[in-house]
């Protein structure tokens, strides 16, 4: 189970615009690994020159001991792909997909039912794509991507335009995928996606790779500071300022709120006087780390 | 092989679910023969309804042999009313009233359907051509054999089944391959196809063999439809249309890969196909003969694949010509098929 994947100082250009300007980044065997970006900052195409979808115009992929552009059986046998336009036969029920693309890639029909079941479209198996919901769509989507039981999977923005309750839906069905040792690429523009899901992240923008660690050493990066705030009229704002540790004091209608790089301390100072009325405790996330890199508003 | 066999499904699963395709493909053409065949068959039958009046003695002592060719071609009623009978033809209930004046035969029709006027004259004269030589007691010395090329069940119906036909299997083979090489380009499944263990011959091969066989399904309803139910009457080498319809198919599939290829979307795909299929139709005698057509109507056709699937499938299903007939139609679809495939795949695209 598992494959490793390098890319080497991956180049894409189209006309003037430098899509891609030479990324480069290795994947671990059955590492969750997530390229994070907003739209148009080469994610994609990245992507694509990795599944071999495009031949890079400089640089080289490997997968194990393949280059995908070259399109070989046996190394697309091992690749599940999700691409981000639901790719389906027209008019075909959910099921008869499953059979169609598990056809493709020489699978018993047996695993259809076993892929239903772990999309959770086990009710929806005779129902046509089309009349699927964006969520369903999508899980159907990765139950074709999985549905030969791949070392490698491909997810393309699998939560794009979906809602919260679909998203985290899907999230767990994409934890799954990793469970069992397979690698996985994935890319989105979703921050506490990649947060949640990946173990490495690239955050990506105009084409290049600005940063590239698992998400929690991102943050720690950042050095950011924590905001903490409690309740209206739980603590006098010049009380909060005299603490120890905190750097700012915001004192609003909607509560006050303390700026800190020492949590700890100033949460003892608060459960001390006993002014932890509606507490709420704000770290750094992903988002913050992008905005930090790029200096600019977040445009997805 | 599994590629391709479950490629081929899905695609015919698709088709025969799209009512629309379906409708378009085989009841809207059948349509257009149920209104040929029914509208057109009626007045296609030649036979002439004559008021007798009186004795006629060219008609009445004619030979036997003579009496039964006048049976098939005239319908005769006998009356005693003259002025009853002309009325009858005015109105259009008759073709021609006849009554004997002394020696003279007379005969009076109507103008209106300048067809049957010209029969009736030249039916009577010469039966009364041929009543002078027999009073001379003379020989005949030339004589006249008349038979039509086509097979003797000639009737509207055996010129409108294949033209009718082959618009259909156009459109078909035409509509389908161009909306599905655009919606799939749209939908990402040619790229997802790409990145499946699957050679593109298999693609390829499976939507050429879908659409020979919509083409055999349309072939088959229409044949039986037309033998069933309008006396379509099929002559001796029609099973070449097999073949004929298979290198029609790769040529209009052909087109439609074209316009799948150069339209950015479904509808300038089906826009295209249109573009291209209705007019073809009308050029290639699908809808009327091209008999009368001008010069540069029939020079036109001649590059038109249809016009030669046409031709070829008259020649075998109703022109009683021998399977040799559909050879050259063959090559020549054939040839279209390859020039035709071969820009398109210069201008084919897997994604947008």
């Known amino acids: 189970m598992g494959a490793e994947i390098t890319a080497e100082g991956l180049v894409m250009t189209y006309g003037d615009v430098r899509a891609v300007d030479g990324v480069s980044f290795t994947v671990a065997s059955g590492e969750f690994f997530g390229l994070l970006g907003p739209n148009g900052a080469g994610k994609t195409t990245t992507l694509e020159m990795v599944e071999g979808l495009r031949r890079p115009q400089s640089g080289s992929v490997r997968i194990d001991d393949h280059i995908p552009s070259k399109r070989e059986p046996e190394l697309q046998r091992r690749m599940g792909v999700q691409l981000q336009a639901s790719s389906f036969f027209e008019r075909l029920t959910a099921r008869e997909q499953l059979d169609t693309f598990g056809a493709l890639y020489g699978v018993a029909a047996g695993r259809t039912d076993e892929m239903l079941e772990q999309v959770g479209l086990v009710d929806k198996a005779d129902d046509r794509t089309e009349d699927l919901s964006g969520g369903q769509k999508q899980r159907l989507s990765i139950a074709c991507a999985l549905i030969h039981d791949p070392d490698v999977v491909f997810l393309d923005e699998p939560t794009a335009a979906l809602d919260p309750q679909a998203r985290r839906n899907l999230w767990d069905v994409l934890r799954s995928i990793n469970d069992s040792g397979r690698t996985v690429i994935l890319t989105t523009h979703y921050m506490d996606e990649a947060e949640a899901l990946c173990d490495r992240v690239a955050?990506?923008?105009?084409?290049?790779?600005?940063?590239?660690?698992?998400?929690?050493?991102?943050?720690?990066?950042?050095?950011?500071?924590?905001?903490?705030?409690?309740?209206?009229?739980?603590?006098?704002?010049?009380?909060?300022?005299?603490?120890?540790?905190?750097?700012?004091?915001?004192?609003?209608?909607?509560?006050?709120?303390?700026?800190?790089?020492?949590?700890?301390?100033?949460?003892?100072?608060?459960?001390?006087?006993?002014?932890?009325?509606?507490?709420?405790?704000?770290?750094?996330?992903?988002?913050?780390?992008?905005?930090?890199?790029?200096?600019?508003?977040?445009?997805? | 092989?599994?590629?391709?066999?479950?490629?081929?499904?899905?695609?015919?699963?698709?088709?025969?679910?799209?009512?629309?395709?379906?409708?378009?493909?085989?009841?809207?053409?059948?349509?257009?023969?149920?209104?040929?065949?029914?509208?057109?068959?009626?007045?296609?039958?030649?036979?002439?309804?004559?008021?007798?009046?009186?004795?006629?003695?060219?008609?009445?002592?004619?030979?036997?042999?003579?009496?039964?060719?006048?049976?098939?071609?005239?319908?005769?009623?006998?009356?005693?009313?003259?002025?009853?009978?002309?009325?009858?033809?005015?109105?259009?209930?008759?073709?021609?009233?006849?009554?004997?004046?002394?020696?003279?035969?007379?005969?009076?029709?109507?103008?209106?359907?300048?067809?049957?006027?010209?029969?009736?004259?030249?039916?009577?004269?010469?039966?009364?051509?041929?009543?002078?030589?027999?009073?001379?007691?003379?020989?005949?010395?030339?004589?006249?054999?008349?038979?039509?090329?086509?097979?003797?069940?000639?009737?509207?119906?055996?010129?409108?089944?294949?033209?009718?036909?082959?618009?259909?299997?156009?459109?078909?083979?035409?509509?389908?391959?161009?909306?599905?090489?655009?919606?799939?380009?749209?939908?990402?499944?040619?790229?997802?196809?790409?990145?499946?263990?699957?050679?593109?011959?298999?693609?390829?091969?499976?939507?050429?063999?879908?659409?020979?066989?919509?083409?055999?399904?349309?072939a088959a309803i229409f044949i039986g439809v037309g033998v069933g139910l309008f006396g379509l009457q099929l002559t001796g080498s029609w099973p070449m249309i097999v073949p004929l319809l298979a290198a029609g198919t790769l040529s209009f599939m052909a087109i439609g890969l074209l316009a799948g290829a150069v339209a950015k979307s479904e509808e300038a795909a089906v826009g295209i196909a249109n573009f291209v299929v209705l007019p073809m139709a009308f050029l290639s005698g699908s809808f009327f003969p091209l008999d009368g057509a001008p010069g540069w109507v029939t020079a036109v056709s001649e590059v038109l694949p249809l016009k030669h699937l046409n031709e070829g499938m008259l020649d075998t299903m109703v022109r009683g010509e021998g399977p040799g007939a559909a050879l050259l139609p063959i090559v020549i679809l054939l040839g279209f098929a390859v020039v035709v495939s071969a820009v398109a795949s210069r201008v084919f695209r897997w994604d947008d």
């Open chain 1, 203 to 300: 955050i990506m923008d105009a084409g290049r790779i600005l940063e590239l660690d698992t998400p929690a050493a991102l943050v720690r990066g950042l050095d950011a500071p924590v905001r903490i705030s409690v309740a209206p009229g739980t603590l006098d704002a010049d009380e909060a300022r005299a603490m120890a540790g905190s750097d700012d004091v915001a004192d609003e209608e909607s509560g006050l709120t303390i700026t800190t790089r020492d949590p700890a301390r100033i949460l003892t100072e608060l459960a001390h006087r006993d002014a932890l009325d509606g507490l709420s405790v704000k770290g750094a996330s992903l988002e913050d780390v992008f905005l930090d890199l790029t200096g600019r508003e977040y445009r997805a």
């Open chain 2, 1 to 218: 092989m599994v590629a391709f066999k479950s490629l081929a499904v899905a695609m015919l699963k698709g088709f025969f679910r799209d009512k629309m395709a379906v409708f378009f493909a085989v009841i809207f053409p059948l349509m257009f023969l149920a209104l040929f065949g029914g509208l057109l068959g009626g007045s296609g039958g030649s036979e002439i309804d004559v008021e007798q009046v009186g004795k006629v003695s060219v008609l009445d002592d004619a030979p036997k042999e003579v009496r039964a060719y006048l049976k098939e071609s005239l319908d005769i009623h006998r009356t005693s009313d003259e002025k009853a009978a002309i009325r009858k033809v005015r109105t259009g209930d008759a073709d021609a009233m006849i009554t004997q004046r002394g020696d003279t035969l007379v005969v009076r029709f109507s103008q209106a359907d300048q067809v049957k006027a010209a029969t009736v004259q030249g039916t009577f004269q010469g039966i009364v051509q041929s009543a002078n030589i027999a009073v001379t007691g003379q020989q005949p010395k030339y004589a006249l054999e008349a038979d039509q090329v086509e097979d003797d069940s000639l009737s509207t119906i055996q010129f409108f089944t294949p033209g009718l036909m082959g618009w259909a299997i156009a459109s078909g083979a035409t509509f389908g391959a161009a909306t599905n090489l655009v919606v799939w380009r749209k939908n990402g499944l040619l790229r997802r196809l790409r990145l499946a263990p699957v050679p593109t011959w298999a693609v390829v091969l499976a939507r050429i063999a879908v659409s020979v066989a919509i083409a055999a399904v349309q």
